[in-house]
């Protein structure tokens, strides 16, 4: 069951065109990425998806109506690749403000916030000040605030590029969970082995277009790398 659909997305910039009839759709319950070298404006395709640039073409859908309705932008929630944060506030004071948007009762909220901090490993550092921790730390939790309305649908902008191997490994078994809780997943990333290891299906733009649409990562023959490198190629 197709729960994104995107058809003959077109988007330009400056008169020139940076995407080009991008296609694709995604299955409930996937966990789907897409694949990208760089320039290839996967996160203004992102974007456009989420109605925060408009394309000059499209056709989207989001749970089977036409692009945002109000009902959709509820069960979604997107993680920017740079992260934002008011680093005046604590951990847990950054979480409750969030959470305060979705109207979660508010032992709910706290008992949420608890559970996250924990899943992404800072829970001893709950009273802590944003503006004291590095990049990485603010990834975990900015994925932690990307989760605490309990998205159906959730997309993630390089969500481990700034991780160790003990955080990434985190991240990945949390993603790995919200797909067992019923979340759809859709991630850019460039780190091949992250999608190879997590992914269902993946799609490769590149040159403004998608070359690879919605392929089954099972149904590859070679490593994902190869595979990556061939179809680069190829256009090239």
Same mark, same amino acid.
């Given at each position: 069951?197709?729960?994104?659909?995107?058809?003959?997305?077109?988007?330009?910039?400056?008169?020139?065109?940076?995407?080009?009839?991008?296609?694709?759709?995604?299955?409930?319950?996937?966990?789907?990425?897409?694949?990208?070298?760089?320039?290839?404006?996967?996160?203004?395709?992102?974007?456009?998806? +989420?109605?925060?640039?408009?394309?000059?073409?499209?056709?989207?859908?989001?749970?089977?109506?036409?692009? +945002?309705?109000?009902?959709?932008?509820?069960?979604?929630?997107? *993680?920017?690749?740079?992260?934002?944060?008011?680093?005046?506030?604590?951990?847990?004071?950054?979480?409750?403000?969030?959470?305060?948007?979705?109207?979660?009762?508010?032992?709910?909220?706290?008992?949420?916030?608890?559970? +996250?901090?924990?899943?992404?490993?800072?829970?001893?550092?709950?009273?802590?000040?944003?503006?004291?921790?590095?990049?990485?730390? %603010?990834?975990?939790?900015?994925?932690?605030?990307?989760?605490?309305?309990?998205?159906? %649908?959730?997309?993630?902008?390089?969500?481990?590029?700034?991780?160790?191997?003990?955080?990434?490994? *985190?991240?990945?078994?949390?993603?790995?969970?919200?797909?067992?809780?019923?979340?759809?997943?859709?991630?850019?990333? =460039?780190?091949?082995?992250?999608?190879?290891?997590?992914?269902?299906?993946?799609?490769?733009?590149?040159?403004?277009?998608?070359?690879?649409?919605?392929?089954?990562?099972?149904?590859?023959?070679?490593?994902?790398?190869?595979?990556?490198? =061939?179809?680069?190629?190829?256009?090239?």
């Amino acid at each position: 069951m197709k729960i994104l659909e995107l058809k003959n997305v077109t988007k330009y910039l400056n008169w020139n065109k940076i995407l080009s009839e991008v296609s694709f759709d995604v299955e409930k319950w996937d966990i789907y990425g897409f694949l990208w070298p760089n320039g290839a404006w996967k996160t203004t395709a992102m974007k456009c998806v +989420l109605g925060l640039i408009e394309p000059e073409e499209w056709e989207i859908k989001i749970f089977w109506e036409e692009w +945002l309705s109000i009902k959709s932008k509820e069960k979604i929630w997107f *993680m920017p690749e740079n992260t934002y944060l008011y680093k005046h506030l604590t951990w847990a004071e950054f979480l409750r403000f969030n959470g305060k948007f979705f109207d979660i009762d508010s032992k709910k909220l706290e008992n949420k916030i608890d559970n +996250l901090l924990k899943k992404v490993g800072l829970k001893s550092a709950w009273n802590k000040r944003l503006s004291d921790y590095s990049k990485w730390m %603010l990834q975990r939790i900015w994925l932690a605030q990307s989760i605490i309305n309990d998205p159906k %649908l959730l997309f993630l902008d390089e969500p481990m590029s700034w991780l160790d191997p003990i955080g990434r490994k *985190m991240i990945k078994d949390l993603l790995l969970e919200l797909k067992e809780e019923w979340t759809t997943i859709f991630f850019n990333t =460039h780190i091949l082995a992250d999608a190879e290891s997590m992914c269902n299906k993946i799609s490769i733009i590149h040159k403004w277009k998608i070359i690879v649409e919605s392929k089954k990562v099972k149904d590859i023959d070679e490593n994902l790398e190869d595979y990556f490198i =061939h179809h680069i190629e190829k256009v090239e």
